[in-house]
Structure formats: C-alpha cells, structure tokens
C-alpha cells in the first residue's frame, strides 16, 4: 500500500499524528463520549486539568499532552468501510477498540476478523462488560498473537489511556521494523540487479578483448604466411636463375 513508502515513520508525542489514529467501534455513543474525554479531550478540559493540578501544587502528567485522532463506527459493516477509507487516503489506523455486542450486526469478534482480513497490522481492544466469551474462546476463533488486548466495561481511564499509548507506538515501532526490512530487500534486489549488470558488461568485454586477440592473431597469420610466402618465392626465383645460370655457361 502507498503509506508504507515513507521510509521514516514520525512519531510526534505532543500533538495529533497519523501514528495516532484510532478508530472506535461501539453502538453505544456514550461509549464513544467517554473514549473521547480520555484520549481526545479538548482544549477546556486540558485547561482545567492544568488549572486543577496547579491548585494542588501538582504537574500535568506528560502522557496527559498526548491526543489520538478519533473516529467513530457504531457496527462492525462500518468500521470496515472506515478502515478500508483510511488504506485509500493512506491514513492508517493504529488501534482499534472494539465492543463484543453491537446489535444487530456483527459481534465483535467478527467485526475483528473482519477487520484483520483486510488489515492485519492492526491492533485491537476487546471491550466487553459481559462474559459472552471467555478467553480461551476468544484465542481460539482469533488465534494466538501480540495484537489483542481486553479491557472490561467500565473502563477505568488510566488503563484505556496506557493500552491507547502502548499500542499505538507497538504499532508505530512494528511498522518502522517493516519499512526498513523492506528497504533492505529492495536494496539487496538492486544489488542483485547491478550485479547482473556487472556480470553482464565483463561478459560482453571479455568477448571483445577475445575477439580482438582473435583478430591480432590472424593478422600476424597472415603476415607470417606472407612472409614464408615472399620467401619461399624468393628461394625458388633463386634456385630457378642459378639452374639456368649452370645451363647456360
């Protein structure tokens, strides 16, 4: 896809980056009002908190300067379409957190393999106040891997906080490692490529230093054919006047 070929991935901890992105997948709206007051809070509410924490002699914890881009899909079938806009407009998402029931559609855990088919570098938040799966089940319909995490209902704001920062840089980390594994291997195939090349261009000037020895060498045949030639005649032009002379005389 286009986005992967920045080399460089830029990770900005003081303001909103494309890094940053994460999209939210709940059909309860509140759900996403409460996300949105923790990880994007707007400009009053930072103030207030600076305000608070100066009232108490205390210091805005830096985690508190960062934002994440949000965006809001209420059912599965639209956090797809949403994911597959942000590959077009090469804006990937980082982070997705996903409810496990959102009636009447997809349930979370197909709403996640559906999201993995199109995007497996994506990385996910089961959130889920019921017991509709338990872990072992969900291991076993989305497999063993390092990009799911669960947080249950009510989620407490420094835990979604943490996981929305950790997994974002995961991310942002695990795709830097896939640029430069990448680079390496177009760099090793244009290696490959002028080698070829090299290999190529000795060839063909090795035929031509061997065609002109060829060449050389069948000059000098020649002028050695010539010069016996030349002598032979002059030997028998010799040997032809010294017979006519012993004749004569």
Request: proline share 3%; charged share 35%; with cysteine.
């Amino acid at each position: 896809m286009g986005f992967y070929k920045q080399r460089e991935i830029p990770v900005n901890e003081k303001q909103t980056d494309p890094m940053r992105r994460i999209l939210l997948v709940d059909d309860n709206e509140a759900i996403h009002g409460d996300f949105r007051k923790v990880l994007a809070p707007d400009i009053v509410d930072l103030q207030d908190r600076e305000e608070e924490a100066a009232l108490f002699g205390e210091s805005v914890h830096k985690a508190d300067d960062i934002r994440f881009d949000l965006d809001s899909a209420h059912q599965g079938e639209e956090a797809l379409e949403m994911l597959r806009k942000s590959w077009a407009e090469e804006r990937p998402y980082a982070l997705a957190f996903v409810d496990v029931r959102m009636p009447p559609g997809w349930n979370g855990i197909e709403t996640i393999t559906r999201l993995w088919e199109f995007d497996p570098f994506l990385h996910i938040v089961i959130c889920t106040a019921y017991s509709d799966f338990e872990w072992q089940e969900i291991v076993t319909k989305l497999g063993r891997n390092d990009r799911t995490l669960v947080l249950k209902k009510p989620f407490d704001n420094i835990e979604a906080g943490q996981l929305a920062l950790t997994l974002t840089e995961k991310w942002a980390m695990g795709l830097q490692e896939w640029c430069k594994l990448r680079d390496a291997k177009q760099d090793a195939s244009a290696a490959k490529r002028e080698l070829k090349v090299t290999r190529q261009q000795l060839a063909h000037a090795r035929k031509l230093v061997a065609d002109r020895a060829e060449e050389i060498g069948r000059r000098r045949h020649d002028q050695v054919s010539d010069i016996v030639e030349d002598s032979c005649r002059e030997i028998r032009d010799a040997s032809t006047n010294q017979r006519k002379s012993v004749k004569d005389s």
